[in-house]
């Protein structure tokens, strides 16, 4: 078959016009793909910086774990959690200098009882045998976390633990 030149007359520039729409359209693509990898990498470092604010909000409640423990004083004077005077009541860790939680503990009544705790079924586990009186605390563990939109994100972490003073032997 030949061709005399009459069907490739009108198609100067078709070829220029066809590869600029597929630049287009390529380049679309590509922008595509970039801004789907900022996308993920901005949703690993929240939920990164997520899990490093609840670990830090745990790590608040095991130091209040170790405060109860340690005190000798069962009512923690000084650790209650108190709204209108959190200078005074709120705690740090690791320190004040560089705070990463705040955490603070209160003593509840002496008719509060823990989920699951009954007489014939305990769930912390504890002898009452030799208990001469069981307090029970709750520990507010929180966590600011800045998330760059200018409003921080509070995580909070809030358990109930129970301690026994015991007669001595």
Same mark, same amino acid.
């Given at each position: 078959? %030949? ?8 198609? %100067? ?49 095991? /130091? ?25 009541? /709120? ?21 509060? +009882? ?15 045998? +030799? ?15 800045? /998330? ?16 026994? /003073?015991?007669?001595?032997?």
């Amino acid at each position: 078959m %030949k061709s005399d030149g009459r069907i490739m007359k009108n198609a %100067k520039g078709y070829t220029l016009v066809i590869s600029l729409l597929l630049l287009i359209v390529m380049s679309m693509i590509g922008l595509l793909a970039v801004n789907m990898a900022v996308q993920e990498t901005r949703i690993a470092r929240n939920y990164e910086d997520s899990v490093v604010a609840m670990a830090w909000a745990e790590a608040g409640i095991e /130091t209040a774990r170790v405060e109860i423990i340690k005190s000798p004083d069962p009512e923690l004077t000084g650790f209650e959690c108190d709204p209108a005077n959190v200078a005074t009541t /709120t705690h740090y860790y690791p320190s004040e200098a560089d705070p990463k939680v705040r955490y603070c503990i209160e003593l509840l009544p002496e008719a509060t +009882r823990l989920e699951g705790d009954n007489t014939d079924t305990r769930s912390s586990g504890q002898d009452r045998s +030799r208990a001469t009186k069981t307090y029970y605390y709750k520990v507010d563990s929180y966590v600011e976390r800045d /998330t760059g939109g200018g409003t921080p994100v509070i995580i909070r972490h809030i358990q109930t633990m129970e301690s026994q /003073t015991r007669f001595t032997i």
